[in-house]
Structures are given as structure tokens and as C-alpha cells.
């Protein structure tokens, strides 16, 4: 904070942006990036954003193991499910009747407490992957299914979230995003009678531009005016919402005779065929989110747009400095990433609900937030963390019908999942792998490390 | 710089603005605003306004003294004010070419009449033109209690330097213990206190991942949300659900009523006619007023919000300083939430926050970062939510749903700078190490 006077100085004179980068320039701007040591300006979703939530550096290999990110991810995960399970545990009446004799025959208890975690735990799993008792084979696999389908629009929006992560922007906005996409595709899907192949092409383009113009107007007033986004998009998210429930009262939206605010169904035509069959609600949605996770694998590891993204997530005033248009930057990454949780909003209406309500968005777009942020912005972590918040969703209704352990209890595992990724230290500490106090505290504390220079 | 809510970047605001121009830069934005919302109120609430006489009830049934309703020609005020407004719009212009800004008090007074010109001419365009002024007002406030202590914690957090994201969670969490804690003890109070503790206890959590773990304070806010909603959620179905008498039927907060006093139309009710969550909003919104601007310790706040390292060279512990004001921030939120549950409904529902914590997070900052700014910010925001329930009863020409968005509406445009410039404390959202 101490160079906010020198600000101004940093602003390029001409625009050196107009050329493309050559290679030496971008070798040259990478290190740039690397170097900016304490003159660098904090970004806003730092070293988070940039594949780890604080990134540790460290030398002996046995630490590097644990600190790596994937152990602290898994560590992380199963120390979640272990809080949950204790959670539900805690409100079980088994295990509240066996606490009253628990210096009897403490057996008993731990035995209720195993019980009621596990029962919980196995028909979640039975729910999300794969169901043995089953009549049929076909049923047998419809909870991976129902797993894949909710993982749909977690993945694209997740992927939206995580690319303006990169580029250090916090995307709070998938929900309107959604929402807006829902929105566009929707009245395409139900207004419009065109030939099929036609009708559903034009759907998902409609989708993604109506997401892509409420994160690319966030981006706008970004760049323009240096609101900050984190407000913009939780109050974009509003306005989206309140917008649709107004377009549902009108006659272009709302479904004929109905007193609800709902809208007709889409045509046959709009609709995204299903994989496998008629019985299983697994939409061609799915495929084209394995796309995006290649496609934005593509544009964040292989082309020049996505590496000025990163550029910008990592240090904006080195990126304006090496000659890339930070504004545009912005603009940009914010309009893909509502495109991205477009794509999502498309899987909701032309893919699981097929028709457009006020809860087209229901609550991926909050979700794809701790999606992206357990997949650690990376585009195939993201589509992991998805798969697995798919699971969690879909096992937990099962969850609930077998055992009643609420649905809420998803809610609590993942986002303890999350706070538990975000601070290793805290994890190690738990599992008892910190090695030396001293040395963990420099590794935790050293702003080299732990934050992007800024405060320093 | 960045994190903040709103701290505009230097590079990235308007190179207009920007260029060389030090000190205060005098924009052409506020007067281009003002013209334009003036225009379109001549239009609107003008040119095209209702035909009718618009009714505003001043006095309710018990009142000191009875005062009759105000009756305004709808056509002929709408008119009339929208001409002021032109006038206000002008000045502003005509100060703009002598190079001075307009001074603080002209936005407000030109919102002040917009609003009261919007209010002539929806109740005037309905199809019952009458509505209760009185009751508008002691619903607003009603309904911005809580906003009121979420904007306060949000002030109380961000003036230290950390941003709080998770008031949603604070207000959920305290209405949820303050619902339990005072089903169980039958005893009010004692839930209020509780609501407080749990704010504070989601709060510490807050404070223990961004300042000890050095994790996004973004990052932690959103979760938090997410965690107090599941875990409330789940409590609710499990516990509370499964004996309502006992667990999920709160003794509420009485209204103390201060004689004579409570008559005055008007005035009485918001003033004199509260639960004692409502006095302490008064007395909340003054505290921590006084305490920011007129004490040591708020000097220290402001210090460590604004330039961490340089409180610390002169001594300040800035981590502990952050970690107890964001503390305190949690449990004024706690006691906000307890609003919910001990004084509006006599149950907890699940999300009975319903996204409120992120409206005080607007109001907090709309009212610039200031306590009574955010004070007035939060009543507005809550003169528009009662506002958008009785306009749909009385029948009007505005859609509901676009009351329901102004509040995110007008925060857009106050992050934005397109009225006036709001800019939050310089440090607010960046850890603190030390070295």
C-alpha cells in the first residue's frame, strides 16, 4: 500500500498493446511478473487464484508431499466428511440415548455415533455413484447418472468462476450469469419454432450471449470506473433475479392460462438430446461441458489471450507495463466467463428443467464458487471438483429419503471442504504434520510465499 | 488497493479524470446525472403524470394530536418538483463552469426531492390513491433494523482493513441462536446475548483464516455464507423440527412504548415505540460513531484500516486490533439477526435472512463507510422494501419487482461513481504481514 502515490506511474504512455506480443516480449513479461518482488501491486484473488489459496514454497520432499496441493486436498475432503459425519452424529437420537450410559459402556456409543455417520455416508454413495440393490442393471447406474447431470452446470459455471480467478477477478456473478443465460436460451427455446439441429444451436449460442453480456457489463463498469466486483456481481446477481421474476409476469414469458410465474416448455427441437437414453436424464450438456473444460484448458495453457489473463490475475500493473491492455483484459475474461455460466444456465433450461422458473439457477451459481475454488481455478480441477459437488448433490437426496439426515448437510461439508483447502497449515496442524513450529510460522507468515507482495 | 470494496484504481478510472489533475478533480459526471434524472422526472413524473390527487395519511389512530392527510394535486407536484430538480441540476452545471464542486449537500437534497417526487407520483398512478405515511415510515425502519446492524458490522470490520462478506451469515447465525437460546430459556434477553456471542464466534472464524492463515478475506465471507446456512439448515430440520415447542417457539423481545412521547405523529412510533433491539440501533449507530471519529481507539481503527504498516511503526498491534474489531463487528451483526427471530416473526425459517446481509453490505457502502451514512442508507433501502409491499396492495404503475432491485440498482450506480465518488479504506481487504 505504501506505493499508492506512485500509481500513476505506471500507467503506459501510448498504447503499446496494439501489437501482438512476440515471444521475447512474453518471456520477458513472465519474468517481469516473477520478479516484481514488493513493487508489485496486490491482486485481488492472489496467489488463491493461482492454483493454490496460499502458495508455499518449501524444500524437504516428505513436506513438499504433504504441503503439495493434492494431499491438503484430499486431507482436506476426508476432514470435512469427518466433521460432517460428527455433525450427524451429534443430532442422532441412537446416538443422544447410548451418550446417557456413556461412562457405562462407552462401546455403545462410539458404536451409534460409527452408525449413524456411516448409514449417512453409504446411502450419500449410493445415491451419487452407484446403487447395488437395485432391481435392475439401468438402475443400478441411474445415481452416477443423476451425478453427472447435476455436475453439469457446476462444471461451466465452475469453469466461469475460475478462468476471472485467473485473471484475479472474484466472479460472484455465475448465479446472474445463469440466470440471464436461462433467460436468453429460454425464449429462444420457446418463442421461436425453427428446424431441429437449428432451434438448439441457436439456444445455447442465445445462452451463452446472455451470460456473457451480464459478466461482460460487470467487466465494463470495472475497467471504466474501478467499481469492484465482488459488490457488482452480488448485486448484479439481484437484479438479474428480480428481472426474471418481472419477465415471468409478462405475457412474452409467462406460460398462457398459467397464474404462477412460470414459462411455456421449450420445443422438442430446443431441447438437448439425451446420452444414453430416455431413462436417464443425462443431456448432450454434459459433453459440451468436457469441451469447455478443453477449451479453457486451451485458452488459460496454450494461447496468448489466456496468458495476458493470467499475466493480469498475477500482477496488473507489470501485465499494463508489458503492454497488455488491462481493460480489455477484463472486459474480456468477465464476458467468457458469463458466457461459461451461460453455458450453464442453457443446461438448466434446455437440458434438466425445460422450462424457465424463477429457481432456473438454483444454487449453482453460489456453488460454483467453492467449486472453483476446490479445483483451484484449474480448468480440469474445476471439472473434478464439479463431478464431486454433482455427487454430493444427487447422494444427498437419496441421503435424505433413506436416512433423513438433511440436505443442509451438504451445504456444511462443502464449504468446511473449502475453509479447510484454503489454510494447509491448519490442516497439517490437525494431522499433526508440522515438523518444526518455527519453520511452519516462516512458511505460513512469509509474504513472499503466502501473499502477493502487497502488504509488505 | 484492491481488494476494497470499491477503491477505484487510479489506472483504471477514466483517463479524463485522471490526466494530470491532482488534488480534487471537479467531474462533469455529477451534473451530466443529476441533468438526466431531472429530464426524466419532468418526463415521467411530470409531463405524463396521473391525473389524481395523491393522499398521505400522517396520523395513526392513537396519536397525541390528529393531524388531517395531505392531499397533493399529483399532476401539478409532479410538475412542480421535477422544475426544482431542473433547477438543482442546473446549479450544479453552472458551478461545474466556475471549476467548484457542488457542495455535499446538493446530491442529498436532489435525492431527497426525487424520492418525494416518485412517491407523489406512484401513489398517484394507483388505483387507490391513498396510502399511510405514517406507516410507510415506521415500516421502513421496522424493516432496516437489521440492515442497519449489518451495515454497522460491515463498517466496524472494514475500517480495520478486513472485508466482510459474511453479514449474511452473522444475521442467520444470530437469529437462528437467538431463536434457540431464547425457546430454551424462555427468557429474551438471554437469547439476544446469545445472538450476539454467535455473531461473534461466526466472526472470529473470519478473523482466524484472513489474518492467521492469510486466506481471501473474499474467499472466507462467501464460505462462511454457505457454512452458517448449511449448518443453521440442518440444525433446523434435525432439532428444531423435531419438537417446535421447545426448541423453535422464542419468547419474543417486547415493545417499550415511553408515554406521551410514543403519540407524536410520525416521529413517536420510530422513535418511542421500539423493541429494545431497536433502541439499540439508535444508540448503536451513535457508539460506534463516536468511537470511530471522536476516540483513540477509532483513531487506531481508522489507522490500521487505512495504513496498516505505518500504525505499526508507531506501535499499534494491527493483527490483534483486526482480530477484536471484526470480533465486535460479528457480534453487532448477532444482534441484528436476533431482530428476526425475537421481534419481527416468532420462529427461525430456514435463510429467514432472505439476502438481507448483502443489502447492509450495500448500504454500508452507499453510506460511504460511515456509520450514519450508512445509518440513512440502510432506512432508504428499507423505505424501499416496505415501499414495494404496499405498492403492490395499493396497486401501481411500477412493476414491484423494480422496487425489490432498486436498492442493488443504486448501489451499482454508487460503486460505479456515477453518484458522487464512494472510496473505502485503502487497506480493507489486504492482509497484514509483518516485515
Redesign the interface.
Do not use: C
Given at each position: 500500500?505504501?506505493e499508492?502515490k506512485g500509481?500513476?506511474v505506471?500507467?503506459p504512455a501510448p498504447e503499446p498493446a496494439d501489437q501482438p506480443l512476440s515471444a521475447e516480449q512474453a518471456r520477458a513479461a513472465k519474468a517481469d511478473l516473477e520478479t516484481a518482488g514488493g513493487a508489485k501491486?496486490?491482486?485481488?484473488?492472489?496467489a488463491?487464484a493461482q492454483g493454490g489459496?496460499?502458495a508455499e514454497r518449501d524444500s524437504s520432499p516428505f513436506r513438499n508431499f504433504f504441503a503439495g496441493s493434492a494431499m491438503t486436498s484430499v486431507l482436506a475432503v476426508l476432514l470435512a466428511l469427518i466433521a460432517g459425519g460428527l455433525?450427524i452424529a451429534s443430532?442422532d437420537k441412537q446416538v443422544a440415548s447410548s451418550a446417557a450410559y456413556l461412562f457405562g459402556r462407552p462401546t455403545d456409543f462410539l458404536a451409534a455415533v460409527w452408525n449413524a455417520a456411516t448409514q449417512s455416508y453409504v446411502a450419500l454413495f449410493q445415491g451419487a455413484v452407484f446403487n447395488p440393490r437395485a432391481a435392475t442393471v439401468a438402475g443400478q447406474f441411474a445415481p452416477i447418472m443423476e451425478t453427472l447431470t447435476i455436475a453439469t452446470p457446476l462444471i461451466t459455471a465452475g469453469l466461469g468462476v475460475a478462468l476471472a480467478f485467473r485473471a484475479g477477478l472474484?466472479n460472484?456473478g455465475a448465479q446472474g450469469q445463469i440466470i440471464f443465460a436461462g433467460i436468453f436460451a429460454g425464449w429462444v427455446g420457446f418463442a421461436l419454432h425453427l428446424p431441429m439441429g437449428l432451434h438448439l444451436l441457436l439456444v445455447l449460442v442465445a445462452g451463452i450471449i446472455g451470460g456473457a453480456i451480464w459478466g461482460g457489463l460487470v467487466g465494463l463498469?470495472?475497467?471504466?470506473?474501478?467499481?469492484?466486483e465482488?459488490?457488482?456481481t452480488?448485486?448484479?446477481n439481484?437484479?438479474a433475479l428480480?428481472?426474471l421474476?418481472?419477465l415471468l409476469?409478462t405475457p412474452a414469458f409467462q406460460r398462457p392460462g398459467a397464474s404462477n410465474p412460470i414459462s411455456p416448455v421449450l420445443d422438442p427441437s430446443a431441447i438437448y438430446p439425451q446420452i444414453f437414453g430416455s431413462q436417464y436424464r443425462l443431456h448432450l450438456g454434459f459433453i459440451l461441458a468436457i469441451a469447455a473444460t478443453v477449451l479453457v484448458w486451451w485458452l488459460l495453457n496454450r494461447s496468448t489471450l489466456g496468458f495476458e489473463f493470467r499475466a493480469v490475475g498475477a500482477n496488473?500493473?507489470a501485465a499494463?507495463t508489458a503492454g497488455i491492455n488491462?481493460?480489455r483484459a477484463t472486459i474480456l475474461v468477465m464476458a467468457m466467463a458469463g458466457g461459461l455460466a451461460g453455458m450453464a444456465g442453457v443446461a438448466q433450461v434446455a437440458g434438466t428443467e425445460k422450462v424457465l422458473t424463477e429457481g432456473v439457477a438454483a444454487s449453482f451459481g453460489?456453488d460454483a464458487?467453492?467449486v472453483a475454488?476446490l479445483g483451484r481455478s484449474s480448468p480440469w480441477g474445476t471439472f473434478a471438483a464439479g463431478i464431486l459437488f454433482g455427487a454430493f448433490r444427487a447422494g444427498a437426496v437419496q441421503m435424505q429419503v433413506q436416512t433423513g439426515?438433511?440436505i443442509?448437510?451438504?451445504?456444511?461439508?462443502?464449504?468446511?471442504i473449502?475453509?479447510f483447502i484454503?489454510?494447509p497449515?491448519?490442516v497439517r496442524a490437525i494431522f499433526g504434520l508440522n515438523p518444526r513450529r518455527k519453520k511452519m510460522a516462516t512458511a505460513?507468515?512469509?509474504?513472499k510465499a503466502?501473499?502477493p507482495g502487497?502488504?509488505? | 488497493m484492491s481488494t476494497t470494496a470499491t477503491a477505484p484504481r487510479p489506472e483504471s478510472t477514466t483517463p479524463s479524470s485522471a490526466k494530470g489533475i491532482s488534488g480534487k478533480p471537479v467531474t462533469w459526471r455529477t451534473p451530466i446525472v443529476l441533468a438526466f434524472m431531472a429530464v426524466v422526472a419532468l418526463l415521467i413524473f411530470g409531463i405524463l403524470g396521473p391525473n389524481q390527487e395523491a393522499s398521505f395519511g400522517i396520523s395513526s389512530g392513537g396519536d397525541f394530536f390528529q393531524l388531517p392527510a395531505i392531499i397533493v394535486p399529483a399532476f401539478a407536484a409532479g410538475i412542480i418538483l421535477s422544475i426544482i430538480l431542473l433547477g438543482l441540476a442546473g446549479w450544479t452545471i453552472y458551478l461545474k463552469t466556475k471549476g467548484t464542486a457542488a457542495p455535499a449537500w446538493l446530491p442529498v437534497l436532489f435525492i431527497v426531492v426525487f424520492v418525494v417526487a416518485f412517491l407523489i407520483w406512484v401513489v398517484g398512478g394507483a388505483r387507490t390513491p391513498s396510502i399511510s405515511l405514517a406507516g410507510l415510515i415506521a415500516g421502513s425502519v421496522t424493516l432496516a433494523v437489521p440492515l442497519v446492524f449489518g451495515s454497522l458490522s460491515g463498517v466496524l470490520c472494514e475500517r480495520v482493513g478486513v472485508v466482510n462478506i459474511a453479514i449474511e451469515g452473522q444475521l442467520l447465525g444470530g437469529a437462528f441462536t437467538a431463536a434457540i437460546v431464547s425457546s430454551i430459556t424462555k427468557n429474551p434477553f438471554i437469547g439476544l446475548l446469545a445472538a450476539a456471542l454467535a455473531g461473534a464466534v461466526i466472526s472470529m472464524v473470519l478473523a482466524l483464516f484472513s489474518i492467521k492463515y492469510v486466506v481471501n478475506q473474499i474467499i472466507v465471507g462467501v464460505v462462511l455464507n454457505v457454512l452458517v446456512s448449511g449448518l443453521t439448515g440442518f440444525l433446523f430440520s434435525t432439532v428444531m423440527q423435531s419438537d417446535p415447542q421447545k426448541y423453535n417457539s422464542p419468547e419474543g423481545l417486547p415493545i417499550v412504548e415511553i408515554p406521551l412521547l410514543s403519540s407524536i405523529p410520525i416521529l413517536g412510533p420510530i422513535l418511542f415505540k421500539q423493541s429494545v433491539v431497536g433502541y439499540l440501533m439508535y444508540f448503536a449507530v451513535f457508539a460506534v460513531w463516536v468511537g470511530l471519529f471522536k476516540t483513540k481507539w477509532g483513531l487506531r481503527v481508522r489507522a490500521v484500516g487505512e495504513h496498516p504498516q505505518a500504525a505499526d511503526t508507531m506501535g499499534i498491534n494491527v493483527n490483534a486490533t483486526r482480530f477484536w474489531n471484526v470480533t465486535l463487528g460479528g457480534a453487532v451483526a448477532g444482534i441484528g439477526g436476533s431482530f428476526f427471530t425475537l421481534v419481527a416473526i416468532d420462529s427461525f425459517t430456514k435463510e429467514i435472512s432472505g439476502g438481507r446481509g448483502f443489502i447492509a453490505l450495500a448500504a454500508l457502502i452507499f453510506g460511504r463507510w460511515n456509520p450514519i451514512g450508512a445509518f440513512f442508507a440502510a432506512l432508504l433501502f428499507g423505505f424501499a422494501d416496505n415501499l414495494q409491499s404496499i405498492l403492490t396492495i395499493i396497486g401501481t404503475p411500477v412493476p414491484s419487482q423494480f422496487m425489490a432491485m432498486l436498492p442493488y440498482l443504486v448501489t451499482v450506480l454508487a460503486v460505479a461513481g456515477l453518484v458522487g465518488k464512494s472510496r473505502g479504506p485503502a487497506a480493507s481487504g489486504i492482509p497484514y504481514v509483518k516485515g
Open positions: 500500500m505504501s499508492d500509481k500513476h505506471a500507467e501491486e496486490p491482486s485481488l484473488v492472489p488463491a489459496i496460499t455433525l443430532t472474484f460472484i463498469l470495472k475497467a471504466r470506473t474501478g467499481a469492484h465482488v459488490i457488482l452480488i448485486m448484479f439481484y437484479i428480480y428481472f421474476r418481472f409476469t496488473p500493473k499494463q488491462v481493460s453460489f464458487i467453492t475454488l439426515t438433511p443442509d448437510i451438504v451445504l456444511v461439508v462443502q464449504s468446511l473449502v475453509l484454503a489454510a497449515p491448519l505460513a507468515t512469509s509474504p503466502a501473499l502487497g502488504a509488505a | -
